[in-house]
């Protein structure tokens, strides 16, 4: 059975992110695909830093985080747009899980080995969509990882949520519920060389 993790580059309270990778998981729910949303706010690792590696290794959070994405076959990252990319916050997630190392491994086939779907909310017209090339660029070339080129971006967040967590925007609910969708089947078959 195929289980899926959805995270939001984002710790802050109210995050238009948050929103969007929650109510991914509850699709998926929906759907009877078990999955689990993350707060990265559980996982405070420090800015990465060569020597603070060198002389601690990685930080203990990040072995912590790295654990828990080998628990899923597909994993939903929300991706706030910073400056037209993505946040600090995510990118220094994924620089550090890298780090976690087993003997003889790179530290990437945590994400070679699973499927990834990327999303965005922003308060702008484009839905954080600069940010989600950024990330769709660091996971598949920098990391190696197979990234659906099915993807949801949610301009004017600010406005594009129900109550309920679902988007407004019916032609924005099928897209982000095709997403989740198109996940679950490419993690289920997925098979890394």
Excluded: H
Excluded at 49 to 69: I, T, V
Excluded at 82 to 97: E, F, G, H, Q, R
Excluded at 128 to 157: C, D, E, F, H, K
């Amino acid at each position: 059975m195929v289980r899926l993790l959805s995270f939001a580059g984002s710790t802050r309270e109210g995050s238009y992110n948050k929103k969007l990778a929650q109510l991914v998981q509850r699709i998926a729910e929906a759907n009877g695909i078990e999955a689990v949303f993350v707060d990265l706010k559980d996982y405070p690792m420090p800015i990465y830093n060569g020597d603070l590696e060198a002389a601690e290794g990685p930080p203990e959070r990040a072995r912590a985080f790295k654990s828990l994405l080998q628990e899923y076959q597909g994993v939903f990252i929300a991706s706030p747009e910073y400056n037209a990319s993505v946040t600090p916050l995510l990118k220094n997630t994924i620089d550090w899980v890298t780090r976690v190392r087993a003997k003889g491994e790179s530290g990437l086939e945590v994400f070679k080995s699973r499927v990834f779907a990327i999303g965005g909310a922003s308060p702008g017209n484009y839905g954080g969509m600069r940010s989600l090339l950024q990330l769709r660029q660091i996971l598949s070339v920098g990391t190696g990882a197979l990234v659906i080129p099915q993807q949801i971006a949610v301009p004017r967040a600010g406005s594009a949520f129900e109550e309920d967590g679902s988007l407004k925007d019916e032609g924005q609910q099928k897209l982000c519920t095709d997403t989740v969708e198109a996940l679950a089947v490419c993690a289920k078959w997925f098979k890394p060389s």
